[in-house]
Nanobody, 121 residues
Framework: QVQLQESGGGLVQAGGSLTLSCAAS????????MAWFRQAPGKEREIVAR????????NYTDSVKGRFTISRDNAKNTVSLQMNSLKPEDTAVYYC??????????????WGQGTQVTVSV
């Protein structure tokens, strides 16, 4: 079991930056792959980025490649999402999620409560 708590959301102008953080309450954080998802109003939830348990592999959805960076610190039980060059279409609730070692491609069974990111024009 792992509990996840996101922080760092807020309101930012287009072109700006935000960093989301997710703190995990587990003694076995390094046994989970981690991901960030987002859900915009009226749209389905989509995966934004994911990172291997060791951090050596990362994947991004095409729309954020080159702008977002996912990272993790297994010593601090945290995963972060650095978001640069933000666009209004990045506006969504962002969720931190965890998957066990055998589920790199999902399902992600553990979720945070979400943090709102709003990008104004």
């Amino acid at each position: 079991q792992v509990q996840l708590q996101e922080s760092g959301g807020g309101l930012v102008q287009a072109g700006g930056s935000l960093t989301l953080s997710c703190a995990a309450s587990t003694r076995t954080f390094s046994t989970y792959h981690m991901a960030w998802f987002r859900q915009a109003p009226g749209k389905e939830r989509e995966i934004v980025a994911r990172i291997f348990w060791s951090g050596v592999i990362t994947n991004y959805t095409d729309s954020v490649k080159g702008r977002f960076t996912i990272s993790r610190d297994n010593a601090k039980n945290t995963v972060s999402l650095q978001m640069n060059s933000l666009k209004p279409e990045d506006t969504a609730v962002y969720y931190c999620a965890a998957a066990t070692l055998t589920n790199w491609r999902g399902p992600y069974n553990y979720w945070g409560q979400g943090t709102q990111v709003t990008v104004s024009v």
